[in-house]
């Protein structure tokens, strides 16, 4: 009955998305990269990525990190920390741009 279905609407097990080749490396590699770099260097976890961003010989990827857990939660201190990487996904770069307590809102 399955079979049925793909064969009407064309769709196959085949059609597949073509695998990206690793001398091109897309934003989601880079922020991986990044977050596992940034997380073996300053021994804090990352909390997410807040931009991601092409610089000409790589990527600029900004980290959101886990500085110092308090309770509750929401006074705990994060950083965001720009993280450059290159194409192959190694670090060239790191710096903290901002410190901020988790229930701080944006200004």
Same mark, same amino acid.
């Given at each position: 009955? /399955?079979?049925?279905?793909?064969?009407?609407?064309?769709?196959?097990?085949?059609?597949t998305?073509? &695998?990206?080749s690793?001398?091109?490396?897309? %934003?989601? +590699?880079? /922020?991986?990269?990044?977050?596992? #770099?940034?997380? #073996?260097?300053?021994?804090? &976890?990352?909390?997410? !990525?807040?931009?991601?961003?092409? $610089? +000409?010989?790589?990527?600029?990827?900004? !980290?959101?990190?886990?500085e110092? &857990?308090? $309770? %509750?939660?929401?006074?705990?201190?994060?950083? #965001? =920390?720009? !993280?450059?990487?290159?194409?192959?996904?190694?670090?060239?770069? =790191?710096?903290?741009v901002?410190?901020?307590r988790?229930?701080?809102? +944006?200004?």
């Amino acid at each position: 009955m /399955a079979e049925n279905r793909r064969a009407r609407t064309g769709h196959t097990a085949a059609k597949t998305a073509a &695998p990206r080749s690793s001398s091109r490396r897309g %934003p989601e +590699d880079a /922020a991986r990269a990044a977050c596992e #770099s940034l997380e #073996s260097l300053i021994r804090h &976890p990352a909390e997410g !990525v807040s931009a991601v961003r092409r $610089i +000409d010989d790589g990527w600029c990827v900004v !980290v959101d990190v886990l500085e110092v &857990p308090r $309770i %509750p939660d929401t006074t705990s201190l994060l950083a #965001s =920390y720009e !993280v450059q990487i290159d194409e192959r996904g190694e670090l060239k770069e =790191y710096s903290r741009v901002r410190r901020y307590r988790r229930g701080s809102a +944006d200004e």
